[in-house]
């Protein structure tokens, strides 16, 4: 018996009716009628008889008497639709993790939920691309059928329908909201009536997006009538009390019964107001038929009535002494402060997540790693969530860096959290029809665990992978998805730390203003730094060589508007490569960067006021190694060399004898001067300035 009459004849046994499909077809029945068959399933004896004759047939799943919806997701699609799908299960409370569940060769997800009436499978279900329906009136390709390349249609490990026969039964909110989908309001005589879709009908005529119909018209029809937009309180004034009234004729609740309506209102506004001043300053036409809302209330344009909530008064201040108020909540040096955001802005590849895995850990364990573990004023809890890179290779840069300072599990506890955006996508708003939404489901989820796991700090990283659909150059968007992560800083208790890309600089020196994109990260965040590589010139004179300048960088923290940057904001860093002990007989153990301070040698070490003495010596008794010229044979250095035991073989040493000689002039110890060359011709040289004690 063949895999594929198996599972048919096992099919039939649980209720459904096979459909037999064209071989490495989803979409393409084998039959020239099937039709009949929804009603009047195959028998396991035509059913043997059929995939018998044709054992490579693809089944297709219809209900019978066992009535089911598949939700058809085509998470491969991108970002954008396993975030719709999130928000989707939010909405309507579907547990898809109890569900029988498939996975497709593409990466597609389908979802099976009972049924307990009819329901037709549809595409682009509630608005939303990528996300269909396979029901009554169509059929699922259901395992084990194969792709064209042969590649198999598989059941989740444990979540087949013959592991869970009786199915979870789906959310009725969500049966409702699809047999209302593909219904169409009818036009109306009176503002704020509508006709009643269906008698269950609630919240899934999607408030959201009603309330957005509603901002957009109102504010076309008002710069219809005046050219410009309304300001927002004209807005609230005349979308409110729509807004309500549209709603309560569907017996529903209002976004503000849910204590989001305000904020969403605003949102709406202000995404609107872009959009329509655009139009204005373009000259677009504003009687495009697309934008009437037939039924919806004339506009009367009357005296703006300002509500009492966006009154403003002044508040007399009194002088406590300041003892009272409670102190900011630093948590790392003057950088990550709690309810605050923070940035961390470089080119690419200059180490800036290594950086902060090393931070996170020194959080986790109340040290200071990169200053000498220098005891923290607390153990605080970490959220690193990296969006680009997969777990493992998180893994292996969080290993390497615990290997290296010597850290075990016992030091971290709990406090240390770290999650990959291959593995969960962290979008928390996208562009929708030239508005900036935000994603609930990820926000909420967020906020969720922050407050769950008593986080202190999130590390996102990078923050342009965060939002879709949104020009990183436009400032009042970004500004807006900045926004939402300051809440989230807020309502949180945490510290909010976003590492993001600087733009191309062509190797200029980076600072917080060379951010890629808008500059609204930049002004919004209180605590803004910038990586670059340590000068050439700057490595040379504490005795690096330049082959190994790309392991060194420092930090400049050039926007601090909570406090003034620590003397020592200039701080150098160094990776360090660490071999992991990972090795296999095919591959090789990986080395990791780790990033460790690291301290320049100052170029005094070992050089005391004695040297300088014997120097001043040597030059009052006549030394002809004087003269300025580094290429004279008499160059002055070629003597203070000699008497402080360093080479002059190597560029580096050079530079560090002349570093000596600038700091001695510099201290009036050394003057410059002049001296005659033994033809006579004077030349510039130094000579004994102040004697050392």
């Not at 003397?567 to 090789?588: K, M, Y």
């Amino acid at each position: 018996m063949s895999e594929l009459l198996e599972a048919a004849l096992e099919y039939r046994r649980k209720g459904f009716s096979p459909i037999p499909l064209r071989p490495g077809e989803k979409a393409f029945p084998a039959l020239k009628t099937w039709r009949h068959l929804q009603t009047e399933p195959w028998t396991e004896e035509q059913i043997r008889d059929y995939w018998t004759r044709n054992p490579e047939a693809n089944i297709g799943l219809h209900p019978a008497e066992q009535n089911f919806i598949a939700i058809d997701v085509d998470s491969y699609k991108g970002a954008e639709v396993q975030q719709d799908f999130a928000q989707l299960c939010v909405e309507y409370n579907i547990n898809y993790q109890e569900c029988p569940t498939v996975t497709s060769p593409s990466g597609g997800t389908h979802i099976y939920m009972a049924l307990n009436e009819k329901v037709s499978g549809n595409r682009d279900i509630l608005g939303n691309r990528y996300i269909d329906t396979r029901s009554t009136g169509n059929f699922i390709l259901a395992p084990p059928s194969r792709d064209k390349q042969g590649k198999q249609y598989k059941w989740v490990e444990g979540k087949s329908i013959f592991d869970n026969p009786i199915m979870p039964l789906a959310p009725k909110r969500f049966v409702t909201a699809l047999q209302n989908d593909s219904r169409k309001l009818a036009p109306k005589d009176v503002a704020g009536q509508v006709i009643e879709l269906n008698a269950d009908f609630k919240q899934t005529d999607g408030r959201e997006a009603l309330m957005a119909s509603i901002v957009f018209w109102i504010g076309m029809e008002f710069a219809r009538k005046t050219n410009a937009p309304p300001t927002t309180a004209e807005w609230i004034q005349l979308a409110w009390p729509e807004y309500i009234a549209q709603v309560a004729a569907r017996g529903g609740k209002t976004l503000d019964d849910d204590q989001r309506g305000v904020e969403m209102m605003m949102s709406k506004i202000s995404s609107t107001t872009r959009k329509i001043s655009t139009m204005l300053q373009n000259g677009e036409p504003l009687d495009n038929p697309d934008f009437k809302k037939e039924g919806l209330m004339e506009i009367e344009l009357t005296e703006p009535i300002e509500p009492k909530d966006q009154t403003i008064t002044a508040s007399n201040y009194q002088l406590t002494g300041g003892q009272d108020i409670p102190p900011r909540q630093w948590l790392y040096r003057s950088h990550y402060i709690r309810k605050f955001l923070s940035a961390t802005v470089s080119p690419g590849g200059q180490g800036k997540s290594q950086l902060a895995i090393a931070e996170a850990l020194s959080m986790a364990v109340g040290k200071d790693l990169l200053r000498k573990q220098t005891p923290l004023l607390d153990k605080y809890k970490v959220w690193y969530f990296n969006v680009e890179d997969p777990i493992e290779e998180l893994a292996r840069r969080v290993e390497a860096t615990a290997m290296h300072y010597g850290i075990e599990q016992s030091d971290i506890e709990d406090r240390l959290l770290i999650d990959s955006g291959r593995d969960q996508k962290l979008v928390i708003a996208r562009e929708n029809a030239g508005q900036i939404v935000k994603v609930s489901a990820v926000y909420d989820s967020l906020l969720g665990q922050i407050n769950e796991y008593g986080i202190d700090c999130l590390i996102v990283d990078p923050f342009i992978h965060t939002y879709q659909g949104i020009s990183e150059n436009d400032n009042n968007a970004i500004g807006e998805v900045i926004d939402m992560y300051k809440a989230l800083a807020d309502d949180g208790n945490c510290s909010v730390e976003m590492i993001h890309h600087s733009r191309k600089l062509g190797g200029v020196e980076a600072t917080a203003e060379d951010s890629r994109g808008a500059s609204a990260l930049v002004n919004a965040a209180r605590s803004v730094r910038a990586l670059n590589r340590v000068p050439k010139e700057a490595l040379e004179r504490v005795g690096v060589d330049e082959d190994h300048r790309r392991y060194f960088y420092y930090g400049a923290g050039d926007k601090a508007n909570l406090a003034p940057p620590p003397a020592e904001s200039n701080t150098w860093r160094r990776l360090v490569s660490v071999d992991l002990g990972n090795a296999t007989i095919d591959n090789p153990s990986d080395q990791i960067g780790v990033v460790t301070g690291f301290e320049p040698p100052d170029a005094f070490d070992g050089i005391t006021s004695w040297h300088l003495k014997q120097v001043q010596t040597a030059i009052a008794k006549g030394d002809e190694r004087v003269r300025k010229s580094n290429q004279s044979e008499f160059f002055f250095g070629y003597l203070v060399a000699e008497i402080c035991g360093l080479e002059m073989g190597s560029k580096v040493q050079r530079a560090r004898v002349q570093q000596v000689i600038k700091q001695w002039v510099k201290n009036k110890a050394i003057m410059e001067g002049e001296t005659k060359t033994s033809n006579r011709k004077i030349v510039a040289a130094y000579e004994v300035g102040e004697w050392v004690e």
